[in-house]
């Protein structure tokens, strides 16, 4: 964990600096990653490239905004991918886009806050991939809805038939499970 | 442990809850802000769960340019550089259109000499009083005529003449009886080793003894500085 969230800290630097090595060794570390959540989400893989390159020109842009001592480029960069592939999603089916969180917060929080130390993108989403695979497949199932199709709990209800204090139950259980990680990653 | 924050991070918070917290965030809530920033953790672990794709090669280097356009310096040096370049192309097609006029009025000057030549020859030849002198007889080896005029002058038919480096030609000499070779004229001959050398210059016929070629810098000499390697005596 360590040593990738000091590479990490390092690619900031480079970015500040605007030297386009570290766009490309920040393209290399997390476009797979970004990539393959884009597919995910918009199932097609043009729109995914498009995402793709629109994540990284913003990443260039605010490389101004990010701390090196934070190291939450990963972060900060998967989240913004994944809010960018719901809205794309939404506004292609004309849902309402209200729900979504705003970027902007999300900057805010990826910004403004020093985690209780630094941590990788990577080593962590590992770990919630590990944790993810302790969930009962209703966790499972609700928590995908959530994060990749970008559904209410009310609207994971309907699709899944299925009371809305179950769906919150489902999503309580299985959040907690994630977090609990997180925790135990944070306390290593 | 309340899940509120994964899910107003996630975005799936109903409208009224999910503003409930927004407006409670600009209170500047740490409590809330550290609990957000560990959902913001979870909840982008969770981009793992989708299977992994390999982005195409080819979108690395479409992000690069695209996020690393040239700097208006390198676009104005590269119009620079492409107008130069075009200057350059400008001046080749000059040059060469130039070198070509020049080749051009060369070889017309050219076929004039040579028409001159051949009509000196034919002049010379057909006179009555043109002497000729027989050179040479075997193959491989110079050989070849020489006609001589009082008036017309000399001229040098040759075959099988050798081939001189660029920076030489052969010269004919004119030698009289007294007195040092009369330059007659610097000549290359073709790929074949044929020659044609026209001395256009009225001539003693009793003074000349014979005539000569040598090997002399590009330019000709007005002495030989090599010994000829051919001697024709026209006594
Ligand atoms: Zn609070």
């Given amino acids: 964990m360590q040593k990738d969230s000091t590479a990490d800290a390092e690619l900031i630097d480079r970015l500040r600096r605007r030297d386009p090595e570290g766009l490309a060794k920040a393209y290399d570390r997390y476009a797979p990653l970004a990539y393959s959540l884009f597919v995910r989400i918009i199932r097609d893989e043009s729109v995914a490239e498009d995402l793709v390159q629109e994540l990284f020109f913003r990443v260039w842009n605010r490389a101004r905004d990010f701390d090196p001592a934070k190291g939450t480029l990963g972060v900060w960069i998967v989240s913004i991918a994944r809010n960018m592939a719901i809205d794309h999603v939404r506004s292609a089916q004309g849902r309402l886009q209200s729900r979504i969180r705003p970027i902007e917060p999300t900057d805010q929080l990826v910004f403004s806050y020093k985690p209780i130390e630094p941590e990788s993108v990577i080593d962590n989403a590992r770990a919630i991939k590990e944790a993810f695979s302790t969930l009962n497949p209703n966790q499972k199932r609700v928590l995908e809805l959530a994060y990749f199709e970008g559904f209410s709990q009310t609207e994971i209800a309907g699709q899944l038939q299925q009371p809305l204090g179950t769906i919150k139950s489902w999503m309580r259980s299985g959040l907690s499970k994630l977090r609990s990680v997180i925790k135990t990653g944070v306390a290593n | ?235």
Wanted: aromatic share 6%; hydrophobic share 45%; with cysteine.
């Fill in chain 2, 1 to 235: 442990m309340n899940d509120v924050y994964e899910l107003y991070v996630l975005g799936v918070l109903e409208p009224d809850a999910a503003q409930a917290i927004d407006e409670h965030l600009g209170d500047q809530c740490d409590y809330c802000l550290q609990h957000l920033h560990d959902a913001v953790l979870t909840t982008s672990g969770m981009a793992a769960l989708a299977e992994t794709r390999k982005p195409p090669k080819l979108l690395r280097r479409r992000v690069l340019e695209s996020v690393t356009p040239r700097p208006s310096l390198t676009a104005w040096k590269f119009w620079v550089g492409a107008l130069i370049a075009a200057s350059v192309v400008m001046l080749s097609i000059v040059a060469w259109a130039m070198q070509s006029a020049r080749t051009l009025r060369d070889q017309v000057a050219g076929l004039t000499q040579e028409r001159d030549q051949l009509q000196s020859v034919v002049t010379l030849l057909s006179k009555p009083e043109t002497k000729t002198v027989q050179f040479g007889i075997a193959d491989n080896r110079p050989h070849g005529r020489v006609f001589l005029n009082a008036n017309g002058g000399v001229v040098f038919v040759g075959t099988d003449l050798p081939q001189v480096a660029t920076d030489r030609t052969l010269e004919l000499w004119v030698i009289p009886k007294n007195g040092a070779p009369l330059a007659a004229g610097i000549f290359r001959p073709t790929a074949q080793g044929n020659s044609v050398n026209v001395w256009n210059q009225p001539v003693d016929m009793a003074q000349i003894q014979a005539v000569a070629v040598t090997v002399e810098p590009a330019q000709g000499s007005a002495k030989p500085t090599t010994q000829p390697f051919l001697v024709v005596p026209v006594g």
